[in-house]
Nanobody
Framework: QVQLIESGGGLVQAGGSLRLSCVAS????????MGWFRQAPGKERVLVGT????????YYTDSVKGRFTISRDNAKNTMYLQMNNLKPTDTAVYYC??????????WGQGTQVTVSS
């Protein structure tokens, strides 16, 4: 059973940057597409972006395109989310998950990102 642990969140001013990490254990990390999600206070969890198995293909929701970059290091069982030019609207708990078919599983506990104006 895969276990995912997110880290790297924190408090940052608008325009700043953060890099989140997602470390996987208990599964074959390199065999799965991965995704980042976020959940803002009082809102549903939404997809931020995904990355394919090899790391050569990614998808981003419109609101983060050009600012966020997802990457992965299969040798380290780790996925990253580089977030630049952060906005207050990016404030949320960020989660990583593994894509299994049409579903995502292996949710971690999340890491809080707070962007002040």
């Amino acid at each position: 059973q895969v276990q995912l642990i997110e880290s790297g969140g924190g408090l940052v001013q608008a325009g700043g940057s953060l890099r989140l990490s997602c470390v996987a254990s208990g599964g074959t990390f390199s065999s799965y597409d991965m995704g980042w999600f976020r959940q803002a206070p009082g809102k549903e969890r939404v997809l931020v972006g995904t990355i394919n198995i090899s790391g050569t293909g990614s998808y981003y929701t419109d609101s983060v395109k050009g600012r966020f970059t997802i990457s992965r290091d299969n040798a380290k069982n780790t996925m990253y989310l580089q977030m630049n030019n952060l906005k207050p609207t990016d404030t949320a708990v960020y989660y990583c998950a593994r894509r299994s078919g049409k579903q995502f599983d292996g949710w971690g506990q999340g890491t809080q990102v707070t962007v002040s104006s």
